[in-house]
């Protein structure tokens, strides 16, 4: 029997995972539901974007059982159990092991550089508090309003391809930019050394503690310049309004201006000889107008001012394509079960979902030279597959 789109794609999950999905590090002591079963559902209820656990126990109920290749049905509360057991070092090295392929089988191979984005961002709001990861919201007068729940996010950016892969959570005393070194650190040993070209990150990362981290480990790093560093910032700002832009183009319809110099000075606690800070302005169709610093330790031997412009954007990849993405379309705001080690399974399931998603998608259905399908296409097609080719089950 022809296999239906959701069999397809199920295939090729199974190819790439290898054996993750028969040892993913479940930790129930006496499971009565393998894990497959659990984590294919889990997996496959985030790229159907039904991902919360009483749609994926209606699913699993349904005739749409056979097409998610679950052999029997399980409860919502099941899968709170599984998750809360379920080890995130697998699943981890499981995306990863994903992305490293992706690199071996050339996916990134239009662009010239490999970019790593790491971000901050608040999710999964409560009005009570449930868990060590719980952040509590106060008003100004520190009086306790609800809840919600923090974490960093990684992912591949600037190739054409946005494959987010990690997340760390941060409770109450830690901070995202902690939890964004620990992101970078396993990533760059999961990875390996040479896999990326840089990091891109905002403002609030441009310390000398993390840009030495990052140069300590053969990265360039490329971030947002404010006023939290304010002598070069406004050093920077003196210098390039008392010049013309030194290149102009268009993207897309907007038109850019560029301004870049070599040769700021570092200030005192950054052990670089020199920084090298990139200006652009932005002018929309419609009038709005965007400006930006960026600070950078990449020479412009390397690099030109257009590329480093492009390297600049590539942050934006990570808001757009990771958060809002998943947020959007997969639920990350929802708590499936407020549990520490269920929420930081949920937030790693989000970003697995959206990178074998786009893999599959932009990469292993898109041969030759006709337009990719959208991301919702393909949704409905697996939607499809779900009510289809299955045959009458009468037990
Ligand atoms: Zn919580």
Redesign the pocket.
Known sequence: MKLSALGRFRRYVVHVLGDYLEYPGDGRVRPQIPARDLLGSLLLGQVLRESSHHAIEALVHSAARRAMGVARPFGDDALGYFTERLAPGPMRQAVVTVVRGAKRNKAFEASRWIGLALDGTGT?G?AA??????HPITNTAGAVLG?T?HLSLISVVGTGLTLPFDVEPYGPGDSELRASERLLERAVGTLGRRFADYVVVDGAYANAPFLHRVRAHGLHVVARLKDNLPTLANTARQHFEAQPPQQTFQVGADRVEIWDADGFDPWESLNWVTVRVLRYRQYKPDGRIFEAYWLTDWPTAQIGSRALFGVAKSRWEIENQGFNVAKNGHDLEH?HH?H?AS?LIGWLLVMFALTLERLYRLRYLHRGSHRPRAAIELVRAFRLSLATAVPCDSG
């Open positions: 999964g409560s508090w449930h868990c060590l990861l719980c809840h729940h708590v407020h520490p929420l």
